[in-house]
């Protein structure tokens, strides 16, 4: 059994053993390694915000912002700086530490970018993380973001490399890896993850987190996103993944990725308090909060309160 060690060199065969594990014995395995990283209770909460919605460039077949498909998300212009500003400090005085802001774009104009720079700025004064998801990056984007003191960038690359193809035409597999390193290479934390319930394998599923926990430098946070089957989109028709098979993915990116936060991200809204609740057994120490993911409904803010409270989970400082 694992120590908890980080390590990049897993082998394909050591993470399909993994997933291969007893339920029980892979759930005790997960929680092991989290103690030995982590506060036992503590979950940290994100906020989410969509600055830039629909219209977008590219075909992802789960997304609702898609120019591709009418999922009857209107195109929206960029928000103004003050407008993002006013939504950030309410997120604040929610208990929110990180605030995430995500734009249906291709990659950023350098023009578009003044202004988000303006935004990281001025959220990052409020005394919260800033986090931004805007697409494809050049390196030298990369280190704007970072001069205007951005915390992290989110990038996922989804699913598997041989699934890939299936979801997105629009860009490649290697694009989001570029990406992903001008990220690092600007000194910006990583946040990248993926989702699950595509119709991938568990196969699949094994590839996708055996890529990010052989990265160079594990992600400093992995979104796990459980597919939200968006009508109108080509993924809307998709069968619900067995929550069991769920919880098994976020457990194994627990293990592989011992230090770095495993957030339950998409997807809460259609999920049980006991569903949850072995997510955060399996790992999971990071939720978003507020009742709007981008565009479609993650659970209210009090529901939140009520369930964290249940389960005796604090907020994690900042
Ligand atoms: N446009 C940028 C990009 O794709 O890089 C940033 C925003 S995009 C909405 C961020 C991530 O949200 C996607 O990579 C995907 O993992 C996740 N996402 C989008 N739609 C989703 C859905 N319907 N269900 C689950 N996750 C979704
Ligand atoms: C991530 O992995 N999940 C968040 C965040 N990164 C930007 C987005 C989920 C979006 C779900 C679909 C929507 O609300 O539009
Ligand atoms: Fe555009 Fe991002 Fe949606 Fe893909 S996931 S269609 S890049 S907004």
Known sequence: MTTGSIRNDWTRDEVSSLFAQPF???????????????????VQLSTL??????????????????????????????????????????????????????AAWRSPKDRDLDAVCDMITGVKDLGMETCVTLGMLTADQARRLKEA????????????????????????FDDRLDTIGHVGDAGINLCCGGIVGMGESVRDRAEMLWVLATLPKHPDSVPINMLVRVEGTPLAEQGTVDPL????????????????????????????EELQALCFLAGANSIFTGPRLLTTPNPEHDADMQMLGKLGLEAMPA
């Open 149 to 172: 003191g951005l915390d992290y960038y989110n990038h996922n690359i989804d699913t598997s490399p041989d699934y890939y193809g299936e979801i997105i035409t629009t860009r490649t």
């Open 245 to 272: 098979d769920f919880v098994r993915t976020i457990a194994g990116a627990r293990i592989l990725m011992p230090a770095s936060m495993v957030r339950l991200s998409a997807g809460r809204e259609y999920m049980s």
């Open 49 to 102: 915000l969509s600055i830039k919605t629909g219209g977008c460039q590219e075909d992802c077949a789960y997304c609702p912002q898609s120019a591709s498909f009418d999922a009857g998300v209107k195109a929206e212009k960029l928000m103004d700086v003050d407008a993002v500003l006013v939504a950030a400090k309410d997120a604040k005085a929610a208990g929110a530490t990180r605030y995430c802001m995500g």
């Open 24 to 42: 029980n014995d892979l759930i005790f395995q997960a929680q092991t390694v989290h103690r030995e990283h982590f506060p036992a209770n503590q």
